[in-house]
């Protein structure tokens, strides 16, 4: 796989010439223009105001404050109906989002899990980790806010106002995208999943926040928590709190929780994504069956087995297969298996590269018998380690500038990203796709009861929402 950012820089290269071609003896468009700042909107950016009044602000309230508990079913209805009103020109963008987001999120895998060893899982919400680096953007002043755009993959040109990056734009997005993954149709009572993201803002005390920065939020997050606490005195007791606030008002379990924080930071960005996938058709096993972590050691984990016509490629070449999973009308499972346990390694990353979605194209319908693990993986990581690692461990440091988030000079410590990645039984319904039953009598047995990789794919923006490694059902990422 290349080294992180070049592949990225590779590809935005591609979409300049495409553009400097599809444009000749034309007026340029930028190979973002969906993303970028239209003509109209730097006009009005750039009309000189006089005594413009400042933005107003707030200060969070502590930790203590009573909170609502999240609905996530109105939550996946808000997203929903959000994907009832798109517009040819939301679709198109959505499209752009996609390719960025996956091409940053193999590259971020590929950090996540080099810091795992091959015993352990990962589990990482491509959508989540590039919401909360726009999300950054959007809070950010030059020299930071053009460094972010860089590292978000559209380049900046001649760095003029048609040029810069539309936070908003990108964030809306990324809702349509989360809406198309989860809108199928249907009385909600159906609903095969459900995809929920939650974001704290954890300050000092009587630090302000401004409310423009946080209102841009809820494209991305329609429920951003904003609260106080003392961060210095006994960072554990302070990470201890948020925990169980965030379980208080979510009721999700995740995976490492928050530890370590950093006695001077002053302001912590905690992204919670809870999804929940139920595969038509497949039932519980009954009993618990054998999952081989290893040649010798196995666990005992709930199964769940299905027969349907799915989409399958066998890559004798490089030891792997694919199958693909209907999850909704939209979305679907990818499930990678190596076809040696010990070979892992090599099938991850020889997967998880830009040239993955085009593995597609190789996958034909066939009747199979697929058994796969309940799964409930829980994940988290903390993006400024995985900044660190891709050379740029100083770009959410102490000198970034994001005074649009607040007057004051920020510190920002974690930005934690967590996942909570739930597949079970959905017993209503026959698992087939749109193709035709293959001639013949034969079912090909699929048992995925060791190590394997897996993605979730929406299908119309092409963007990935989860990768991840199963190394062992029953232990977190």
Same mark, same amino acid.
């Given at each position: 796989m290349a080294p992180a950012g070049l592949s990225l820089g590779a590809s935005v290269l591609c979409l300049l010439a495409w553009a400097r071609l599809a444009t000749a003896d034309r007026v340029y468009i930028?190979?973002?223009?969906?993303?970028?700042?239209?003509?109209?909107?730097? $006009?009005?950016? =750039?009309? #000189?105001?006089?005594?413009? #009044? #400042? $933005? #107003?602000?707030?200060?969070?309230?502590?930790?203590?404050?009573?909170?609502?508990?999240? $609905? =996530?079913?109105?939550?996946?209805?808000?997203?929903?109906?959000?994907?009832?009103?798109? =517009?040819?020109?939301?679709?198109?963008?959505?499209?752009?989002?996609?390719?960025?987001l996956n091409f940053m999120g193999f590259h971020m895998y590929k950090m996540l899990s080099e810091t795992r060893s091959a015993a352990s899982g990962a589990v990482l919400s491509p959508v989540a980790l590039f919401g909360t680096l726009t999300s950054f953007y959007l809070g950010a002043l030059d020299p930071t806010a053009s460094r972010l755009q860089a590292f978000l993959g559209v380049p900046g040109e001649d760095q003029g106002c048609t040029s810069r990056l539309d936070g908003h734009k990108v964030l809306s997005a990324l809702q349509t995208i989360q809406g198309l993954l989860v809108a199928q149709g249907g009385a909600v009572s159906r609903a095969r999943l459900l995809l929920s993201t939650v974001v704290g803002l954890f300050t000092a005390p009587g630090l302000h926040l401004k409310q423009p920065f946080v209102q841009g939020l809820s494209a991305i997050t329609p429920v951003t928590l904003s609260r106080s606490l003392d961060l210095s005195t006994d960072p554990d007791l302070a990470a201890e709190k948020i925990n169980r606030f965030m379980q208080a008002v979510t009721g999700w379990e995740m995976g490492r929780p928050l530890t370590g924080v950093s006695p001077d930071s002053t302001l912590l960005f905690n992204a919670y994504v809870h999804f929940q996938g139920k595969m038509k058709g497949f039932s519980l096993l009954p009993g618990l069956q054998e999952f081989w972590v290893d040649n010798t050691t196995s666990v005992s984990v709930p199964m769940l087995s299905g027969v349907g016509t799915f989409h399958y490629w066998s890559d004798t070449q490089n030891n792997l297969s694919v199958t693909r999973v209907p999850l909704s009308a939209n979305a679907c499972l990818l499930l990678i298996q190596p076809h040696h346990a010990p070979d892992l390694r090599q099938v991850e990353a020889l997967t998880f590269q830009h040239t993955f979605l085009t593995w597609m194209k190789n996958l034909s319908p066939r009747a199979i018998r697929l058994t796969v693990p309940q799964l409930t993986l829980k994940g988290s990581y903390d993006l400024q380690d995985l900044l660190a690692q891709t050379k740029l461990p100083t770009l959410l440091g102490a000198e970034a500038n994001l005074g649009k988030i607040s007057d004051v000079n920020l510190r920002v410590g974690k930005v934690l990203n967590s996942v909570l990645f739930e597949l079970q039984a959905d017993e209503g319904e026959q698992p087939t796709e749109s193709a035709p039953q293959p001639a013949g009598p034969e079912v090909l047995e699929v048992t995925l009861n060791s190590p394997f990789l897996l993605a979730v794919l929406e299908r119309d923006s092409a963007a990935l929402h989860f990768l991840g490694r199963v190394s062992n059902p029953l232990s977190a990422a």
């Open positions: 930028h190979p973002f223009h969906l993303l970028v700042y239209s003509k109209s909107s730097c $006009d009005q950016l =750039e009309k #000189p105001s006089a005594a413009s #009044p #400042p $933005d #107003p602000s707030f200060t969070p309230v502590p930790i203590q404050a009573k909170s609502s508990a999240v $609905d =996530e079913l109105a939550l996946r209805e808000q997203l929903v109906r959000a994907t009832q009103k798109l =517009e040819a020109e939301d679709r198109l963008r959505a499209v752009n989002v996609g390719m960025l």
